[in-house]
């Protein structure tokens, strides 16, 4: 490999070595950027108070300094008890269930990222321009285009807002796709059907707030959001 | 409350109690029963060689004896180093993203259950009932119908095999739905549009294994899921 080459692979850690057969662990960059972008929410794994915790929150990434944020109270809450602790953001999409003729050849499609990282807490106070900047990537990358059209955040409401940034350095990409693998063994002469049974996720049309004035018109980035789907493997 | 009625509700621990305002706390059982029987996926919190992780693996649900039965590797690995260890089951459906007139409010409709227990490896070895019934118990909850459809394990099949079983006693649901809420104050002014865009998850026509002989017909409890929907609020 070139040093380009390499610099466009994930480092394999001990975590993040891949185990099982059926899925497809990868270490490209551009793997784990895809299923980044993506995805529209996370589950955080903490431990707070001494409990492993799976926190789903919103989230966002900066591709360029190649920095994931996450929004979350409880997030910050392990924090503050815990500085310096590894902590782990997954994003999941399920593209289908897979049936196959044998209960044990089940499976899932999907697509994974899980990246493991030691989080900074950005704040107004330690850093307000950090955190400005984490919450036009987050907001960005659940609504383009919402930041430059909604109202930014004041002062007030940056003291009370925080995020963890956590570097992309370490994380354990799977894809998980095709046909069960059971049709050519013994239990293919079961006669049973076997397939995927496809799972899709999309936006709806944008449903107006009842509060707002007759005739305010959808702005053209949310009546694009429509046409968003998850559901297209890598 | 009478004792029949502080039976449908779950009890509030230090890690169940509310701490945040858009969102409503649930401690109904029904709603609980609710966000687990409408999920596919769960994302299960649980420590592995000193790093919370959260990883995305198949459940099901007994409300007889009221179990939770999660499927994965990574937990029986958890588990092995860590008996008698709490973990945390989260299960997570996304509904829309609400858009407000200001970031701050920004928000995403969801309705998400937190289960935390210690849990019990069930294996082969341990229990052979209790493993073939967790895992009729997670097949079902994936595909209802195919238990009875599919060939069973068998006992090298089994050998291969583990589950986590969690009583269902302690569990945080939150449910986050309707409008943006800054319609009334100065930002609903700025003459900017909010609202929800729905976000919906469904299984789509199934796609036969192409393994398959010609003609073998998709059994009616496989056509059937293309009808399912997680995106119903409860």
């Not at 993040?16 to 895809?34: K, N, P, V």
């Not at 907001?139 to 963890?164: F, I, M, V």
């Not at 069960?180 to 293919?188: A, S, W």
């Not at 049309?205 to 305010?216: F, I, N, R, S």
Request: with cysteine.
């Amino acid at each position: 490999m070139s040093p380009a080459e390499q610099n466009q692979q994930l480092a394999v850690t001990e975590r993040t070595r891949h185990r099982r057969l059926r899925e497809q662990g990868s270490t490209a960059r551009d793997d784990l950027d895809a299923v980044l972008r993506a995805g529209f929410v996370c589950h955080l794994g903490v431990v707070v108070d001494g409990t492993p915790m799976a926190v789903p929150t919103v989230y966002g990434v900066d591709f360029g300094t190649r920095t994931l944020y996450v929004h979350g109270s409880v997030a910050s809450r392990s924090l503050a008890q815990a500085p310096d602790t590894t902590v782990c953001v997954t994003v999941t999409h399920i593209d289908g269930l897979v049936l196959a003729r044998s209960v044990f050849e089940h499976g899932v499609n999907y697509r994974s990222a899980m990246v493991y990282g030691i989080p900074e807490l950005v704040t107004r106070r330690s850093d307000p321009d950090a955190l400005l900047h984490g919450l036009q990537v987050v907001t960005e990358h659940c609504a383009p285009g919402q930041w430059d059209y909604a109202r930014r955040p004041n002062a007030k409401e940056l003291a009370a807002t925080s995020l963890l940034a956590l570097p992309l350095d370490e994380a354990s990409v799977k894809i998980a796709s095709g046909p069960p693998e059971d049709g050519e063994g013994p239990d293919g002469e079961l006669g049973l059907w076997a397939g995927v049974v496809p799972m899709r996720t999309y936006f709806d049309v944008p449903e107006p707030d009842p509060a707002l004035p007759a005739g305010t018109s959808v702005p053209p980035h949310i009546s694009a959001m429509g046409t968003w789907a998850s559901a297209e493997p890598v």
